[in-house]
């Protein structure tokens, strides 16, 4: 067990929707990182945090967006959902050691669009 | 475009015989990951190596680094059928605070 609890394991939502994905950290992780993997793109780096503000940006699409709340919970919230989108999200934390730490991923949202 | 770019995609080896996985990147890099991930799990750090390292060991794990070629390998002794998975280098530039992954090799270890 990693200690990076997402939620909800599965979403099944039609095109044009929105969805909120969330992701608690490891206790004591202030950084929470966002990741969707798919078959034909592998794992993209989308978003980072640290202790609630923006860290670092990937390939997030504009529809998507995120935030990391005061008690350092992170939501990922994707609207005009498009087939597209249909994906692995996971979320990842690590420590305060900086770069040097190793990520710990969470079991992941997966995300289908119909 | 991809940092970190493992090679071979797919290898497939008996049970007991040693894997070898390849990583190569483009940038100077702070530190290289290597990560497992079961069929639809979330991915499981293995071993982390500096830029300053150039040989690592965790148990049947062999990571080695040269920073001169841009390239990492990890090699597994002994493999397990429970070794099966993808396995995924990751690459923290020096200049940025995201972790970017390769396309990742996929290892079936036959009993």
């Known amino acids: 067990d990693s200690g990076v609890t997402q939620t909800p394991k599965h979403l099944i939502t039609a095109t044009g929707q929105r969805v909120t994905l969330r992701c608690s950290p490891r206790s004591g992780d202030l950084s929470v990182y966002w990741y969707q993997q798919s078959l034909d793109q592998g794992l993209q780096f989308l978003i980072q945090y640290y202790n609630g503000e923006e860290r670092a940006k990937g390939n997030i699409l504009e529809r998507f967006s995120a935030q990391q709340f005061p008690d350092l919970h992170s939501e990922l919230n994707l609207s005009s959902l498009e087939l597209g989108d249909s994906a692995l999200y996971f979320c990842?934390?690590?420590?305060?050691?900086?770069?040097?730490?190793?990520?710990?991923f969470g079991n992941g949202t997966r995300l289908t669009v119909t | 475009s991809q940092q970190g770019e493992e090679d071979p995609q797919a290898l497939s080896i008996q049970e007991g015989e040693n894997a070898t996985m390849n990583c190569s990147y483009k940038?100077?890099?702070?530190?290289l990951q290597w990560y497992r991930q079961n069929s639809g799990r979330g991915l499981v750090h293995l071993i982390l190596i500096r830029s300053n390292e150039r040989e690592k060991h965790s148990g049947r794990l062999r990571v080695t680094l040269d920073t001169s070629k841009k390239s990492s390998s990890l090699l597994i002794t002994a493999s397990r059928a429970a070794d099966t998975a993808s396995y995924f280098c990751a690459t923290d530039r020096n200049y940025g605070q995201n972790f970017v992954f390769g396309p990742g090799t996929r290892l079936s270890v036959l009993p």
């Open positions: 990842a934390s690590s420590g305060p050691a900086g770069r040097d730490s190793p990520l710990h």
């Open positions: 940038t100077s890099i702070n530190n």
